[in-house]
């Protein structure tokens, strides 16, 4: 049972460049979701996806980019990397809508701008 | 949109003790408050979550109180063991036609032997 897998789990880039983080769930969950998580913030929605080619902003999306061509996948891409985007990004699915569904995270993908 | 506090930041308990864990929220609408537990290096865990028409639920050695009226819900965790260390995120559903959650700011427990 896989689960939800992200990569890369470590990766330091620099300013300015384009970074793509990917996300792999074997569940089919129908929703998808990346968060962001930095000391004294929680973690806060970036995107989430109800289905396939259905995506919606969350509360910080400036500086993101989503797709989802298909179920299973979900990437998340910093097109210009800035060192404000410094931060752990969580990939996580649910079967259907946060109402009241579990929200199973992946292990995390630490992201490092200088 | 919803707006969620969670109290104290940091918290440490002798291995037995009972540890709290508070949170408020701002959107009265809000009918869904989980909890999760998130150990170093992964990602967080649902551990227990409560509906707003219940006032508390309890699982073994977790239970979970809300009070509607004042907007806050609470973590309990009693008879404390050193793998109950790790951080703790609250959360509540936001009203709009988002409908996902809101997570507070997580609190530390460290419970010491």
């Known amino acids: 049972d896989a689960g939800i897998t992200q990569s890369p789990r470590y990766k330091i880039t620099e300013t300015g460049r384009q970074v793509t983080l990917m996300c792999h769930q074997t569940?089919?969950?129908?929703?998808m979701f990346w968060y962001r998580q930095d000391l004294g913030h929680g973690l806060r929605l970036i995107y989430y996806s109800a289905a396939a080619d259905i995506t919606d902003k969350g509360e910080v999306p400036d500086g993101y980019v989503v797709s989802r061509s298909k179920t299973e996948n979900f990437p998340l891409t910093l097109e210009s990397a800035t060192r404000s985007q410094t931060s752990v990004y969580f990939c996580?699915?649910?079967?259907?809508?946060?109402?009241?569904?579990?929200?199973?995270f992946g292990e995390g993908s630490w992201l490092t701008v200088v | 949109g919803e707006n969620v506090e969670q109290h104290p930041s940091t918290l440490s308990v002798q291995e037995g003790d009972s540890a709290v864990i508070k949170c408020t929220y701002s959107?009265?609408?809000?009918?869904?408050f989980p909890w999760y537990k998130q150990e170093l290096g992964k990602g967080p865990q649902l551990i227990i979550d409560?509906?707003?028409?219940?006032g508390e639920k309890k699982d073994q050695r977790i239970a979970v109180t809300l009070n509607k009226t004042a907007k806050h819900f609470s973590l309990h965790i009693t008879e404390t063991q050193p793998e109950d260390s790790a951080v703790y995120f609250c959360a509540a559903i936001s009203s709009g036609s988002a409908r996902q959650l809101t997570f507070g700011s997580g609190t530390q427990l460290t419970v010491l032997p």
């Open positions: 959107d009265s609408a809000s009918n869904y």
């Open positions: 996580a699915s649910s079967p259907r809508d946060s109402a009241g569904n579990t929200i199973y």
């Open positions: 409560i509906r707003s028409n219940v």
């Open positions: 569940w089919s969950h129908s929703y």
